[in-house]
C-alpha cells in the first residue's frame, strides 16, 4: 500500500527508518501513529507555503507477518526550482492574456457592476420623478433662455469644433451602448432561459418580458446607461440655437419626450425596450458618424440622410409595437404593458409630427426650406473654419 501526503522539508536525511520497535507496533493503516510522531519531531513549526513539498511512503516490511510499515521521507533534489506561490487573481488580471473579443465580453456584459445592477431610487443617480420633472423643466427653459438672448444679439455665436467633438462623442457612446446591450441579451437569453423557454423564443422574449420581470441586471443597466444619455443628446438644441439663432419646437418635443419614455422603461420595467434601445443606438451611431463626417469638412450626401434615418427608425418603432400587443394577447401577458400603453400614445405624436415634416420635404412643399436650412448651415461651418484659420494665423 503507498500513499502521498505533501509535508515540507526540513529533514537532512533522504530516508528515516523508525526503530523495529516502533515498526512491530504498528498496525497496516494508512496513517500509522509512528509517522505522526515522527513528523511531530523533525517539524515544530509550520514552514511557508512556498517550500517544495515532501514525499512521504508508507512501505511494508519484508519478512513480517503482521504487516507492519516503514515511512520513507524523500528529499527532492537540490537543484529543484521551486513552485510559485500563486494567489487565485482577480477578473481583471486573468484577462489581461485573454483574446480581445473575451475582454470586451467581460467589460460589457459580465462586469459585477452589471450583472449586480438594480434600478433603485435610493443608489442610482437620476432615478426619481422629482429628477426627470426638474431636469426636463430646466432642459426647456434654459433653451428659452438661450433663444431669446440670441435674438438680441441677433447674430450666431461660433462653436468651434464644439459640434465635431459632440458627435465623435455620441457615436463612441451609442455603439458603446448598442454593444454592451447585444452582448447583454445574449447572456440573459442563456441565463433564464429555463423559466420562459417553454412559452417563449429568444425573439419574443425581446419583445415581451414575463410577469413579474424586475428592473436589474446587465439589460437594465445599459437601459440605464442610456436613459443617462439622453440628456447629453439634448446638448445638441443649444447647438442649434446658437448656430441659427431659432427655437425648433420639435426638437424641444422630441428630446423630452424620449428622455420621459426611457425613465418609464426602467421604472415599470416595460417590454420591448431591448429592440427599441437596439435600433435607436444603431441609428445614432450612424446619424452622428455623418455628422462628425460634415463637421470636419467631408462633404455631403445627395439627399436628406439623417430625416431618412429618423424615418426609418420610428417604422421600426411601429413594427415593434404591434408585435409587442400580438405577444401580450397570445402568450399570456407581457410586462409593464401600462407604461407600453403611455409610451405608445407618445410614440404615436412624434410619429405624427414627423410624418408631416416628412411629406412637406418629399412632395416639394419644403425642399426650398430645406435647402435654405442646409445651406445657412454650410455657411455658418465655413465662416467657423475661416476664423479659427485666421486665430492660428
Given at each position: 500500500m503507498i500513499s502521498h501526503i505533501n509535508t515540507p522539508p526540513q529533514i537532512k536525511t533522504s530516508h528515516v527508518h523508525l526503530p523495529k520497535n516502533a515498526a512491530s507496533n504498528t498496525s497496516s493503516s494508512l496513517y500509522p501513529p509512528p509517522i505522526s510522531a515522527l513528523l511531530l519531531h523533525y517539524l515544530p513549526f509550520s514552514p511557508p507555503i512556498p517550500n517544495p513539498p515532501l514525499n512521504v511512503r508508507l512501505r511494508v516490511n519484508p519478512g513480517t507477518t503482521t504487516g507492519a510499515t516503514t515511512p520513507i521521507l524523500t528529499l527532492p533534489p537540490p537543484n529543484t526550482p521551486q513552485p510559485e506561490h500563486r494567489v487565485d487573481p482577480s477578473p481583471v488580471a486573468a484577462l489581461m492574456g485573454q483574446p480581445v473579443i473575451q475582454t470586451l465580453t467581460f467589460w460589457l456584459s459580465e462586469h459585477p457592476s452589471i450583472v449586480g445592477f438594480r434600478w433603485s431610487h435610493a443608489h442610482s443617480w437620476g432615478s426619481t420623478w422629482s429628477f426627470l420633472f426638474t431636469a426636463i423643466s430646466l432642459y426647456l427653459l434654459l433653451s428659452l433662455l438661450l433663444h431669446l438672448?440670441?435674438?438680441?444679439?441677433?447674430?450666431?455665436?461660433?462653436?468651434?469644433?464644439?459640434?465635431a467633438f459632440h458627435s465623435l462623442l455620441m457615436t463612441l457612446l451609442s455603439f458603446t451602448i448598442f454593444a454592451g446591450i447585444t452582448l447583454s441579451s445574449v447572456a440573459e437569453i442563456r441565463d433564464t432561459r429555463w423559466f420562459w423557454r417553454r412559452s417563449k423564443t429568444p425573439f419574443q422574449w425581446l419583445l415581451c418580458f414575463p410577469l413579474g420581470t424586475r428592473p436589474s441586471g446587465r439589460v437594465f443597466f445599459w437601459s440605464y446607461i442610456y436613459y443617462l444619455s439622453r440628456f447629453l443628446h439634448m446638448i445638441r438644441t443649444f447647438f442649434t440655437?446658437?448656430?441659427?439663432?431659432?427655437?425648433?419646437?420639435?426638437?424641444?418635443?422630441?428630446?423630452?419626450?424620449?428622455?420621459?419614455?426611457?425613465?418609464?422603461?426602467?421604472?415599470?420595467?416595460?417590454?420591448?425596450?431591448?429592440l427599441a434601445i437596439l435600433?435607436?443606438?444603431?441609428?445614432?451611431?450612424?446619424?452622428?458618424?455623418?455628422?462628425?463626417?460634415?463637421?470636419?469638412?467631408l462633404p455631403r450626401a445627395c439627399f436628406a440622410f439623417v430625416v431618412?434615418?429618423?424615418?426609418?427608425?420610428?417604422?421600426?418603432?411601429?413594427?415593434?409595437?404591434?408585435?409587442?400587443?400580438?405577444?401580450?394577447?397570445?402568450?399570456?401577458?407581457?410586462?409593464?404593458?401600462?407604461?407600453?400603453?403611455?409610451?405608445?400614445?407618445?410614440?404615436?405624436?412624434?410619429?405624427?409630427?414627423?410624418?408631416?415634416?416628412?411629406?412637406?420635404?418629399?412632395?416639394?412643399?419644403?425642399?426650398?426650406?430645406?435647402?435654405?436650412?442646409?445651406?445657412?448651415?454650410?455657411?455658418?461651418?465655413?465662416?467657423?473654419?475661416?476664423?479659427a484659420k485666421d486665430k492660428v494665423i
Open positions: 438672448l440670441l435674438s438680441l444679439l441677433r447674430r450666431p455665436v461660433p462653436l468651434g469644433p464644439l459640434p440655437i446658437l448656430r441659427r439663432g431659432k427655437l425648433v419646437p420639435f426638437q424641444l418635443f422630441n428630446h423630452s419626450i424620449l428622455t420621459f419614455m426611457a425613465f418609464i422603461w426602467l421604472e415599470f420595467s416595460q417590454s420591448f425596450q431591448v435600433s435607436t443606438t444603431l441609428v445614432y451611431a450612424v446619424v452622428y458618424a455623418y455628422r462628425f463626417w460634415i463637421a470636419i469638412g431618412n434615418c429618423q424615418m426609418l427608425l420610428l417604422g421600426c418603432n411601429v413594427a415593434c409595437h404591434v408585435g409587442v400587443l400580438m405577444m401580450h394577447f397570445m402568450k399570456g401577458g407581457c410586462n409593464g404593458i401600462g407604461a407600453w400603453g403611455f409610451n405608445s400614445v407618445l410614440n404615436a405624436v412624434i410619429l405624427l409630427l414627423f410624418l408631416n415634416f416628412y411629406v412637406k420635404i418629399h412632395w416639394g412643399y419644403g425642399k426650398a426650406a430645406l435647402a435654405k436650412v442646409e445651406e445657412a448651415e454650410a455657411k455658418a461651418e465655413e465662416e467657423e473654419q475661416v476664423r
